[in-house]
């Protein structure tokens, strides 16, 4: 995994990054953070932030980012809402939605030509809101009973918020899936399907790739799963003392984004270990 068949290391042309955790807690952003960017702009290499939050859109988390000290231009940013959106316009183009969510989800599948409603959609797409709605869940519950297609943005349980943990899209996915007996399709991490996505958004190859994540379970294996090198930064959720813990591991693991900045200024450096 190390290195091309005459043993010099394989190089690195594209990155993908996780955004919180790795860039950002919350709003905070984490020193190197900012560095890190500046530096992938320097050089010329191809990179996308990639989040499961489909809240948002990527003009949306740039001012975000931006409000943080952290420059990500907007084509940049991968959302699970834009994954979703794609995989449903190679899937069945031009269909019908009923969505729960919010204008993260809702404005890419506008972009791709979707039509929301809930008479007959051929989907339900159950996305991140702030606002679940008993009635709406009611809704999404009635229309999968009668025949729509059940696909989420992405299968996380919780998010943080100031005030504590919030439930996400993957709790209100078992909710209707316990209701219905119908599971979701979830397109993103640790779907490697978000990573190919992002690649072939870039039209960049996975053996020049390398993914940056704070979780093992999601953004390493998807990562790995989707053949790319893997950096495991220890400034979010993974913790170094269970790392140990996971049956896979992760090709580097570093303390934080600060430490990867070498080695986009310097690309002779390996990430390799």
Excluded: C
């Amino acid at each position: 995994m190390s290195a091309r068949d005459d043993g010099s290391p394989r190089p690195v042309e594209t990155w993908l990054t996780d955004m919180d955790g790795v860039l950002v807690h919350e709003e905070v952003p984490i020193p190197g953070a900012t560095e890190f960017i500046e530096a992938l702009k320097e050089s010329g290499l191809r990179f996308l932030v990639l989040t499961n939050n489909s809240i948002f859109t990527p003009r949306d988390l740039r001012a975000r980012l931006l409000a943080s000290g952290i420059d990500v231009p907007e084509e940049a940013i991968w959302t699970s809402a834009l994954a979703t959106a794609q995989f449903l316009a190679d899937q069945r183009p031009h269909g019908s939605a009923y969505v729960v969510g919010e204008a993260g989800l809702t404005t890419a599948l506008h972009d791709i030509g979707y039509v929301m409603t809930d008479r007959n959609p051929d989907y339900v797409v159950l996305g991140e809101t702030r606002t679940y709605s008993f009635e709406s869940i009611t809704r999404a519950i009635r229309l999968i009973d009668d025949g729509a297609r059940f696909i989420a943005t992405n299968p996380d349980a919780s998010g943080p918020s100031h005030a504590g943990k919030l439930p996400a899209t993957g709790s209100v996915a078992a909710l209707i899936r316990t209701a219905t007996g119908r599971s979701p399709y979830f397109i993103g991490k640790p779907n490697p399907l978000m990573m190919r996505s992002a690649l072939n958004r870039l039209e960049a190859h996975s053996e020049t790739t390398v993914m940056i994540g704070d979780r093992m379970e999601t953004d390493i294996i998807s990562g790995l799963e989707a053949g790319l090198r893997t950096v495991l930064v220890t400034t979010g959720s993974t913790r170094p003392e269970d790392i140990e813990h996971f049956p896979y591991r992760a090709t580097r693991v570093v303390d934080s984004i600060a430490d990867l900045v070498e080695f986009v200024k310097a690309p002779s450096l390996s990430v390799d270990g």
